[in-house]
């Protein structure tokens, strides 16, 4: 038996990089947008990586997609249709679908291998695709959809970075279809980037919600998967601040909708979240 | 004309790695305890490594040293006197300066080399040693000098992770000493290891110092180049918690010791770091 000493690595920034040890390829496939990977690892579950970039692995993937669903959700008093851009991995929705006010869960993910792969190989995160009334999934490309959809009451980008496909959807254009797209109330919650590494593209993406939303909040998780540990989302809103509702009110809309059993999120990590420290420039 | 790709890498854990662009070994030297050197990176300014591990980067290093140090000795209406353990670097007695009430900052490292490798190779820190009638510096083993000091108001716990030199500081026998030096209202803060890879042992240090002291009070920060990114730090006392202290409070106390531009530290990150997530068992 040969035994091989496999690591896959992301070369996330010119000088660093993050190594994990891989001991199965379970699928790799070029789809028409993207090459996509599924890696079997040795201590940390399962990893999707798309075009060399990790997006989820089982071992963080609860921070991200708690974080970037709970914290908008529970900010507004009754979410009802929800669209998720990306998500294809089904772990956005996955969270979302907890809220039973939800009555309509719409993912507008453009490519449907990524839907399919993390079906087969990802069940954990997959899941959060199985058949309901409550969902609508489709392959498209949200970049258009965004147009035709009305009156939702949260809209959560769990989109790429804002390099191919993902590029529009990082633009001021876009932001104003977000906004026209969204009911009286809505909010917004995006994924932003590294603090550490990507500063410029966090401040520019603050100053352009500004254009188009009163309320904008970034806030930072720790995820160890991404380039320095540690993310930057963001909420867009109008209306609604996630920094002004009270740890008890968050913590009586948590037992009204039955939502226990969090992982990251709890009403406190909720405000911790949202304390930015200084030398994050916005 | 030679061109060398290099690139320090750590192995974090049997199955995880960060590798760090290197453009220059500055100095490589073994000491009586340990192996240390200072390397150039290409893009995260300089770092200190003792055997094999990274201690301290120019990068990130402010949010270690800021949050050790100013979190405890905010928290305490005056400290006097400031005991640092381990700290070679200078990083963290560099922000006990800051606190003008501070008469007397006491180092106890180990390991001369660190301090005189830092001294000449990583300025930034090492200004925290210079000379001044306010400041003790002397190698010395923090493991037989606790039971030499005594009316400290806060002890900083700067060292390295619990094997080899450090391997007597993470123990109850260690603490129930480390409470004997404290004056009466005094208070401790450690570092005590990654929330994703090292919860056992954060959780036995957790449930050893509670045998000592009436609060502990884990908080957690984001440090890329520390093993996954986020780590935990850890405060003990039996009379302060530093979760019981208004930000406006903190607010008053820092403008009043005149501490400003601090990078990371706010009355806010304060509070928001001893957030913590479910998923971190005590």
Redesign the interface.
């Known amino acids: 038996m040969t035994v091989l000493d496999l ?1 896959f ?1 992301e070369e996330l ?9 891989v001991t199965d390829t379970l699928a790799s496939v070029q789809s028409p947008y993207q090459h996509i990977d599924v890696l079997q ?4 579950g399962r990893m999707l990586v798309i075009d060399g970039k990790i997006q989820a692995c089982e ?2 993937e ?2 991200y997609h708690e974080m970037l669903t709970h914290l908008p959700l529970l900010t507004h008093k009754a979410p009802r249709r929800v669209l998720v851009i990306g998500g294809g991995d089904g772990g956005t929705m996955r969270e979302v679908m907890r809220h039973p006010s939800v009555e309509k869960g719409i993912l507008a993910e453009i490519d449907q291998v990524v839907i399919d792969l993390c079906q087969e190989w990802m069940p954990t995160l997959g899941a959060g695709l199985t058949s309901s009334p409550r969902l609508e999934v489709a392959a498209r490309d949200a970049s258009e959809y965004i147009r035709e959809v009305k009156d939702l009451d949260a809209i959560l980008v769990d989109s790429s970075d804002p390099e191919g496909p993902s590029e529009r959807l990082f633009t001021v254009e876009f932001y104003r279809e977000l906004a026209a797209a969204l009911a009286p109330g809505g909010i917004i919650s995006f994924q932003a980037g590294s ?2 590494f990507y500063q410029e593209q966090i401040s520019r993406m603050y100053r352009d919600l500004k254009q188009v939303f009163e309320h904008v909040r970034p806030y ?1 998780v ?3 998967t991404y380039p ?3 993310w930057c989302l963001m909420t867009a809103s109008s209306t609604l601040d996630p920094l002004a509702v009270a740890p008890a009110e968050l913590e009586r809309r948590m037992q009204q909708r039955g939502i226990k ?6 009403p ?2 909720h ?9 994050l420039k916005l």
């Not at 059993?261 to 709890?266: I, L």
């Not at 405000?271 to 420290?277: D, I, M, R, V, W």
């Open positions: 690591w690595t920034h010119s000088d660093w990089r993050t190594s994990v040890k690892t040795e201590g940390h071992l963080d609860f921070v603090p550490f930072l720790p995820i160890p320095s540990g540690t059993e969090t992982r990251f999120y709890t406190y990590t405000l911790g979240s949202l304390a930015l420290p200084p030398f």
